[in-house]
């Protein structure tokens, strides 16, 4: 029992980050604009939410940094991508590096770690609900917002004006505009509610999963991001599943431990990056369910 | 006709600029409640532009319009909607991938507006399934969809662009009867189109745009002629002189022998064993209402679906299970019906898009450029066209691109050549320019095949008619022995077409 527990916190804590992510990227390409840059974004988070954090000594503020810091970045990528209708690709590509950039010279002075007591906690009463409870609320409240936030928009998805908003301008822009949806600022919001949660997962790692800065330590998990949302068919619920799936995957090791298999642990380390390129491949054969007019620059 | 004092709508002196191009010049135009007032014009007229304007999609660079004697700014389609202006574009305002009730939900209707929805589709007889999915529905059902949208969010202003285009002759009767009622009710209808029969049918009164500008005006359409508005349209009207015809060759040049296709997907047609021969020197004509298999004849006889192989010959050739590549070399064109996108690639130039078809353009696999410059020029001075073979295809207009096509296709010299409706969307002058050219193929011995839901297409092209009706061929009748009745009973299914026949032939054996 103690054992189940402790490798269902360890899923938790790796498929969080990856939920979050995902999450803004599946509401940003859903309203038709593809942000290849969730790596950086995620890293500008990390950097900006740890070095605020570390000096606040308030793990709130340092996540609302984080979150705050890359949607104002994914606000300059939405408008160049948007409003000044720049090559999507080419343009995520870059973000990439300059939000690592960024992030770099941001957290050039941070501390090694964060000073003592700087935690957010679980929350009291839900972290005793029996299976899933502190997995979920036990350890932070992170985890179980973002599978709060998941749940909420699958509500939402095709029932609120806002979801179908986001449907019509990621599937069809110009009926949208006919139909008197503000198109452009659906997108624009869309991008920075994405750049927001892809913040908030950068921050998670950086002072809940880690905690502490380091260079590069997203470790990939935006691009992870980035296959989830092809993945889950552009939909929130199996969003939800896949980021479990792949995060209980990050944690094949521990799993393997805990059943006692002898395996390399190199090669399970390898699991996620490699299932990533299995669910592409399988993927690519079948675009059901891609918006229309995803990462076509608009109006043509 | 109802004449009320103030109009619905006026428009005085409007003008629109892009670029270089004045696309409406100082165009007045009164609308008034109660009538059906016909739009007509060339391709580039004009008309699109100020649809958009009426739209609220685009800002006029001058003028005014007054709502009811009021002057308005229409700077977005919620003030037009809001106003009461409903405008029901060519290519319809839908998201596909939701559903119709989605759509509406998009669109501002609430639950009780859902309610009167159906209420209206009831009371307007035009059923369209609330929970399917927008891309699962035929042009018709999404026309009805926005149609009744409109008439449920209160339009008192109905502009319609194109609203036939798309529809077999009967669902385009039951619409004018519609547009009819809708007068009759008080609103006013704008109707734009090509089709001057259909003007004369339905419309009180007519306003002809040329070149941006308003160059006639007719108000008693029942002392007008179809002439007239042709006149105005074209500014003058060559004579039509139909060509002389020598008999078909007996020879034949495309034989389907019992070709059959299963339905692909859940809304297609299966296609059920077609028999037919095509003689060298005939253009044979496919009627029918859309939607009854027409796109899977099509896709199953340009090579783009394989079947067996004997079910088709090209001569005594089988080439059922060739491919599109295949089957031009044996000496097959095609015209698909979306000009854009599958007839040509609208990003790359003219004499790219002769490259990708033609034969003997290029040497060890380099292009050989000077021959493809000047097979490009050929193919345009066919058609009078001047453009430089480097310009991109997407920067022709619609009569330009199709004309463009149609003279690739030719210049291949085909011994079949494929066409579905080949001067759909086109302008009066555009589409003589090509049914001449297909007649003049003809008498050079090639066969062609023309699929279309226009009649007056091919009563202009075929020397025979057969009708497709549910994935069925009715025997192909020679233009003498086509009347209307017989006509109207195929293409609602009422008469036993050659499979049914034999069905019933085999059952009695």
């Known amino acids: 029992m103690v054992l189940e527990s402790a490798l269902l916190d360890a899923t938790a804590r790796s498929a969080t980050p990856l939920l979050l992510a995902g999450a803004g990227e599946l509401v940003c390409e859903r309203a038709g604009v593809l942000n290849l840059g969730l790596e950086g974004l995620m890293l500008m988070g990390a950097a900006s939410g740890f070095v605020v954090a570390s000096a606040s000594g308030s793990m709130a503020l340092g996540l609302a940094t984080a979150a705050g810091a890359a949607a104002g970045l994914a606000l300059l990528y939405g408008l160049l991508t948007i409003h000044a209708a720049l090559n999507q690709v080419a343009c995520g590509l870059g973000f990439v590096m300059l939000g690592a950039g960024l992030a770099t010279v941001i957290g050039r002075d941070a501390p090694g770690q964060l000073p003592a007591g700087v935690s957010l906690g679980g929350i009291p009463w839900l972290e005793r609900l029996p299976g899933v409870g502190h997995a979920l609320f036990g350890q932070d409240v992170i985890a179980g917002f973002a599978v709060a936030l998941v749940l909420i928009m699958a509500l939402f998805w095709r029932s609120s004006k806002l979801g179908l908003w986001l449907h019509a301008a990621g599937d069809a822009p110009d009926a949208a505009r006919a139909m008197g949806v503000p198109v452009r600022l659906v997108r624009l919001m869309a991008v920075a509610f994405g750049g927001a949660m892809s913040g908030l997962s950068g921050g998670y790692l950086s002072l809940i999963y880690t905690p502490m800065w380091q260079e590069g330590m997203t470790a990939n998990r935006g691009w992870i991001a980035l296959a989830l949302v092809v993945f889950a068919g552009w939909r929130p619920v199996p969003l939800l599943l896949g980021a479990y799936l792949f995060g209980a995957l990050g944690k094949a090791k521990e799993f393997a431990q805990a059943l006692g298999l002898a395996i390399s642990p190199y090669a399970l380390d390898a699991l996620p990056y490699l299932a990533t390129i299995a669910v592409l491949a399988m993927l690519s054969r079948n675009r059901f369910g891609a918006p229309r007019a995803l990462a076509r620059p608009w109006p043509s | ?509």
């Open chain 2, 1 to 509: 006709m109802a004449e009320a004092a103030v109009p619905l709508l006026s428009i005085r002196g409007l003008r629109k600029i892009y670029g270089q191009t004045v696309a409406n010049d100082h165009i007045d135009l009164t609308i008034a409640a109660g009538e059906v007032h016909a739009l007509l014009g060339e391709n580039g007229a004009g008309k699109s532009t100020l649809v958009k304007i009426l739209a609220g999609l685009t800002r006029p660079d001058g003028g005014t319009l007054h709502w009811r004697g009021e002057p308005v700014h229409l700077d977005s389609p919620k003030t037009a909607r809001r106003l009461g202006i409903a405008v029901v574009l060519q290519h319809f305002a839908l998201c596909p991938g939701l559903t119709v009730q989605e759509n509406l939900r998009l669109a501002g209707l609430d639950r009780p507006d859902l309610q009167r929805f159906k209420t209206q589709a009831a009371r307007y007889g035009l059923p369209v399934p609330l929970d399917s999915c927008v891309m699962h529905l035929s042009a018709s059902e999404r026309q009805r969809l926005e149609l009744l949208r409109c008439l449920t969010q209160e339009a008192q202003l109905l502009v319609l662009d194109e609203p036939t285009a798309m529809l077999g002759p009967a669902e385009s009767r039951t619409f004018m009867t519609l547009m009819r009622q809708l007068a009759a009710e008080g609103r006013a209808v704008v109707l734009i189109t090509h089709k001057l029969q259909e003007v004369l049918e339905v419309a009180d009164v007519a306003t002809v745009l040329r070149r941006g500008r308003v160059v006639g005006r007719l108000t008693d359409l029942d002392a007008a002629n179809a002439r007239d508005l042709a006149t105005m349209m074209v500014g003058d009207l060559p004579q039509l002189q139909p060509a002389p015809r020598t008999p078909p060759r007996q020879l034949p040049a495309l034989t389907m022998h019992r070709l059959s296709t299963a339905a692909h997907r859940d809304h297609g047609v299966a296609l059920q064993e077609l028999s037919l021969t095509v003689r060298r020197g005939e253009i044979l004509g496919i009627a029918g209402v859309a939607g009854n298999g027409q796109e899977e004849l099509l896709a199953v006889l340009s090579g783009l679906q394989r079947t067996s192989p004997a079910s088709l010959l090209l001569e005594d050739e089988p080439c059922g299970h060739l491919g599109v590549a295949a089957r031009r070399t044996l000496g097959l064109a095609y015209v698909p019906s979306d000009r854009l996108g599958v007839g040509t690639v609208p990003s790359m130039t003219l004499a790219e898009n002769v490259l990708l078809t033609a034969s003997g353009m290029s040497q060890l696999g380099w292009v050989r450029h000077g021959r493809l410059a000047v097979r490009t020029r050929e193919i345009l001075a066919h058609f009078h066209l001047h453009q430089p073979p480097q310009t991109r295809l997407a920067d022709l207009s619609g009569g330009m691109a199709q004309r463009f096509l149609v003279g690739r296709e030719i210049s291949a010299q085909p011994k079949v050549l494929l066409a579905a409706h080949p001067t759909w969307g086109v302008d009066v002058r555009c589409a003589q320019d090509i049914i001449a050219a297909l007649l003049e193929l003809r008498a050079k011995g090639c066969a062609v095949v023309v699929v279309s839901e226009d009649l007056d297409e091919l009563f202009a092209l075929a020397d025979r008619l057969a009708v497709l009706y549910r994935g069925q061929l009715s025997p192909a009748w020679p233009m003498a022995e086509v009347d209307e009745h017989r006509l109207a009973q195929a293409m609602a299914g009422l008469a036993p077409t050659a499979g049914i026949a034999e069905h019933h032939a085999l059952a009695a054996g």
